[in-house]
């Protein structure tokens, strides 16, 4: 519950039940890249003009910080209850280290110091903190959907995440919530297991939309590590 509410309720009747902040970070992140290729290029081919544009992205950039930053709040209050993440923590971080690099550049500007080699060093010290914000932020969103597993089946997690996470968070399933993971009688044991990642079928026997695993992509020793891993977080089947 927090005083954000009604905004994400009227989202939610319009029929956007996405996170906000998301989007607007393009806003930020495209403006840093561009001040960082501008800056570059404009440098290293000796075009003030190409400099200048550079200088506009970077003031652009601090301006955009301030509402992705106040829609990244309200996402972490609305999904996450406020709860302090360990991505979350770094993303504080990493957003306040942006705002003081992108204020100092902008100091550098205005006091006519735009020539400056360290403004160079500010475009690209953002664009790899931006490139920082970004991986937390996936992490945020696709990390912590692989059920935590003991270090002897981390090869079958890592399996787990690459290629059956983004479709089977946590064992369920995104695209056909009846089909979920856990509890799936192609658990039952390991060569039907390996005949369903193989060949996966609706139950009318039609392809359906999870892809088909051949060896080329999972052999049958990481289907048996995959397997192991499954069998070990979510447990076996219900016989019969
Ligand atoms: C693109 C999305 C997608 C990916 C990736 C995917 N699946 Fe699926 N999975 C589905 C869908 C949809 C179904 C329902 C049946 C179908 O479409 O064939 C399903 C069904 C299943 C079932 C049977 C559930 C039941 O109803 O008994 C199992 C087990 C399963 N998937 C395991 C996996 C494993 C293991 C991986 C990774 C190697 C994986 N899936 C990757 C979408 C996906």
Redesign the pocket.
């Given at each position: 519950m927090t005083i954000f509410n009604p905004l994400y309720a009227v989202l939610t009747a319009m029929g956007f039940t996405d996170p906000i902040h998301p989007p607007l970070t393009h806003m930020p992140i495209g403006l840093v890249v561009a001040a960082l290729i501008f800056g570059l290029t404009g440098w290293l081919l000796r075009r003030p003009a190409w400099s200048q544009a550079a200088r506009y992205c970077l003031g652009l950039a601090w301006l955009f910080i301030f509402p992705t930053v106040l829609l990244g709040f309200m996402d972490w209050q609305h999904y996450y209850q406020g709860a302090w993440l360990l991505p979350i923590i770094v993303k504080i971080g990493l957003a306040s280290f942006l705002f003081v690099l992108l204020s100092i550049g902008l100091i550098l500007v205005k006091t006519g110091r735009e020539e400056s080699k360290a403004l160079l060093a500010i475009y690209l010290i953002a664009f790899l903190t931006v490139g920082g914000l970004g991986y937390f932020g996936g992490r945020l969103v696709f990390g912590g959907r692989a059920p935590a597993a003991p270090p002897a089946l981390e090869a079958g997690k890592n399996?787990?995440e690459n290629?059956?996470?983004?479709?089977?968070p946590n064992g369920g399933?995104?695209?056909?919530p009846?089909?979920?993971?856990i509890?799936?009688?192609?658990?039952k044991d390991f060569p039907t297991?390996l005949g369903?990642?193989r060949d996966?079928?609706?139950?009318n026997g039609k392809?359906?939309?999870?892809?088909d695993?051949l060896p080329g992509?999972?052999s049958d020793k990481q289907?048996r590590q995959?397997?192991d891993y499954?069998i070990g977080v979510l447990g076996k089947?219900p016989a019969g």
């Amino acid at each position: 519950m927090t005083i954000f509410n009604p905004l994400y309720a009227v989202l939610t009747a319009m029929g956007f039940t996405d996170p906000i902040h998301p989007p607007l970070t393009h806003m930020p992140i495209g403006l840093v890249v561009a001040a960082l290729i501008f800056g570059l290029t404009g440098w290293l081919l000796r075009r003030p003009a190409w400099s200048q544009a550079a200088r506009y992205c970077l003031g652009l950039a601090w301006l955009f910080i301030f509402p992705t930053v106040l829609l990244g709040f309200m996402d972490w209050q609305h999904y996450y209850q406020g709860a302090w993440l360990l991505p979350i923590i770094v993303k504080i971080g990493l957003a306040s280290f942006l705002f003081v690099l992108l204020s100092i550049g902008l100091i550098l500007v205005k006091t006519g110091r735009e020539e400056s080699k360290a403004l160079l060093a500010i475009y690209l010290i953002a664009f790899l903190t931006v490139g920082g914000l970004g991986y937390f932020g996936g992490r945020l969103v696709f990390g912590g959907r692989a059920p935590a597993a003991p270090p002897a089946l981390e090869a079958g997690k890592n399996l787990f995440e690459n290629n059956c996470m983004a479709c089977h968070p946590n064992g369920g399933n995104a695209i056909m919530p009846q089909a979920i993971i856990i509890g799936s009688d192609m658990l039952k044991d390991f060569p039907t297991f390996l005949g369903w990642i193989r060949d996966p079928r609706l139950d009318n026997g039609k392809k359906g939309p999870m892809p088909d695993f051949l060896p080329g992509k999972i052999s049958d020793k990481q289907a048996r590590q995959l397997y192991d891993y499954l069998i070990g977080v979510l447990g076996k089947p219900p016989a019969g």
